[in-house]
């Protein structure tokens, strides 16, 4: 496939990956209000017939929808029907009690760091049971790295990952040495829901947030088949989040943006 160099990070990346990297930008800058077709230009820099290509796809998959001049999310759409299911499950899954302590616990540490050691037990795994059956045989292994570029301040931080899970398994997750690197102020839960990884982070004490661009996570996946479905990152509720050093949401656009990258040379 063409490779062609990204105008935002200068690294060579397909067409078709290209492709996704200006989905998510539009779909970020229509998050949270509807924008006109020249905010959209000037929030993600595409050209005038890229932007427009992309937002006729979006249209045509009933991710926007255009009304007075304005384009905006639609509410009721999957932005890819491959991934839909696993998206639904989160969704219904947010409801559950371990997902809401999930995403209380960046902010009470923030207010009470010296109880973080009590609030991470929610996330410790039970022993695992001996002598089962081990499942599909793994084929290979990669590695990908959550990252997040140009951030201001940045103290606590929560994702969601979407993966296949009748074609990938979550093998290992390593924090990154930006924010959150020892326990308990780094988590990682896999069973809230069926193909979803959900992660955190956070700095501790009376401190300020870090700023720049740096590894949040690495998570390593297991693999069934040689032609998976990449994991991706969930935009949905309060998923992906970033708090600053004041407890405040950090906005998440065209300028700071949380990206997941395949670590090529992983394993050799």
């Known amino acids: 496939m063409p490779q062609i160099m990204c105008p935002n990070c200068g690294k060579t990346i397909n067409l078709e990956n290209r ?28 050209s005038r017939k890229t932007l427009s290509l992309r937002l006729k796809e979006l249209r045509e998959r009933a991710t926007l929808v255009k009304d007075a001049g304005k384009y905006r999310l639609n509410g009721d759409s999957e932005f890819e029907n491959t991934t839909g299911n696993l998206v639904k499950g989160f969704s219904k899954a947010f409801h559950d009690r371990r997902i809401k302590t999930g995403l209380m616990l960046i902010a009470l540490l923030i207010g009470f760091s010296t109880s973080g050691y009590v609030l991470a037990r929610f996330f410790v795994s039970p022993p695992q049971p001996t002598n089962i059956d081990q499942g599909p045989i793994i084929l290979g292994k990669f590695a990908v790295a959550l990252g997040v570029v140009n951030v201001k301040d940045l103290y606590g931080w929560q994702a969601a990952i979407a993966f296949n899970s009748s074609e990938l398994k979550v093998l290992e997750t390593v924090p990154g040495k930006f924010v959150g690197v020892e326990y308990p102020f780094f988590f990682n839960v896999t069973d809230v829901s069926e193909g979803i990884l959900l992660l955190g982070g956070t700095l501790y004490g009376n401190i300020s947030g870090r700023d720049g661009s740096d590894t949040l996570a690495t998570i390593v996946f297991g693999c069934f088949v040689d032609a998976y479905e990449e994991p991706r990152i969930i935009e949905r509720a309060h998923f992906p989040a970033l708090l600053d050093s004041h407890g405040s949401l950090i906005p998440i656009e065209s300028t700071t943006e949380l990206t997941l990258t395949t670590i090529e040379d992983y394993g050799t």
Do not use: C, G, H, W
């Open 19 to 46: 492709k996704k990297i200006d989905f998510n930008l539009i779909k970020r800058a229509t998050q949270k209000e509807p924008r006109t077709f020249t905010e959209l230009l000037y929030i993600t820099k595409l």
